[in-house]
């Protein structure tokens, strides 16, 4: 009876791991139109915001309207609606690899529950429907002995220890922000306190902090989702920054820049939406 407990207990917990989960957002078009309102822009940024965290595996995109007007005209309307979430996807760092598909489906034909409904029914018929399919989360595999060296990369930490010169750039790997938004994810601010303190104690050098996003199109900045100004580059420069300059880093040794996305790194998006510190002066030079 135990192994049939346990065995079935194996089963639930396996079904767990690999459960997929799928996410559904409507986003609502006035008639005849399909810029997204305000409103509905604020909706849909709150809706991003909870993806953050997600492993997506795909998105769908597909526009409807409702039932007034030609057939041939709602299907063209409703093709112009999934066509402007997509724009507004590529403008907030969603990976346009991820999104499958994207496709207008015409007009949806009218249910009537009560006269009064009718007008309700139709500002509900026109819509974008947005399908998010997370990719299933896999078992913890346990780690088997080996006799392999693995070379380890030296942190930026400890390479802003050593020799410096004007144009050594360096990378901030593990220093990662949010999706759309210029505030670190919580597990990279103790390793941005080591390289401030490192920083602290280098008053020999000056430096550029560079921003950097993901997922744009045509080279353009992305959406601070915080100010909704189209500045996050430089946003995710100036956080860093400010929080050296907290740190008790001069602010004549270093300045900020955004980059906006004329630099990516061609591996996981999330690589892309970072920080990097160029060198502009290395010298004996000591901080006033």
Request: hydrophobic letters at 35%; charged letters at 30%.
């Amino acid at each position: 009876m135990n192994k049939l407990i346990v065995y079935i207990l194996l089963i639930f917990h396996s079904c767990i791991l690999f459960s997929q989960e799928k996410l559904i957002h409507d986003v609502y078009f006035e008639t005849d139109k399909y810029e997204v309102a305000p409103t509905e822009e604020t909706r849909l940024n709150d809706f991003l915001a909870n993806l953050n965290n997600l492993d997506i595996a795909s998105i769908e995109i597909y526009g409807f309207c409702d039932d007034v007007g030609a057939a041939n005209y709602n299907m063209k309307l409703s093709k112009e609606r999934a066509n402007a979430i997509k724009a507004f996807f590529a403008n907030q760092e969603i990976s346009e690899h991820l999104i499958s598909n994207v496709d207008g489906k015409g007009e949806v034909l009218l249910k009537i529950v009560n006269e009064k409904s009718v007008a309700k029914t139709r500002s509900l018929n026109r819509k974008v429907e947005i399908i998010v399919q997370t990719k299933p989360q896999k078992p913890i595999e346990v780690a088997k002995d080996t006799t392999a060296v693995v070379e380890k990369e030296i942190p930026p930490q400890e390479k802003l220890k050593g020799p410096l010169k004007a144009g050594d750039k360096f990378v901030f790997q593990n220093i990662l922000f949010k999706t759309g938004y210029s505030e670190l994810i919580p597990q990279s601010k103790p390793i941005l306190d080591d390289i401030a303190e490192t920083l602290l104690k280098r008053k020999d050098i000056y430096f550029t902090i560079e921003g950097h996003v993901c997922c744009t199109r045509y080279s353009r900045d992305a959406v601070d989702r915080k100010t909704m100004l189209r500045n996050l580059s430089e946003a995710r420069a100036k956080y860093v920054y400010d929080y050296f300059a907290k740190k008790g880093i001069s602010t004549r040794r270093m300045r900020h820049l955004g980059m906006r996305r004329k630099f990516p790194l061609g591996g996981d998006p999330k690589f892309d939406r970072r920080v990097e510190i160029v060198i502009t002066y290395a010298g004996k030079e000591e901080e006033k």
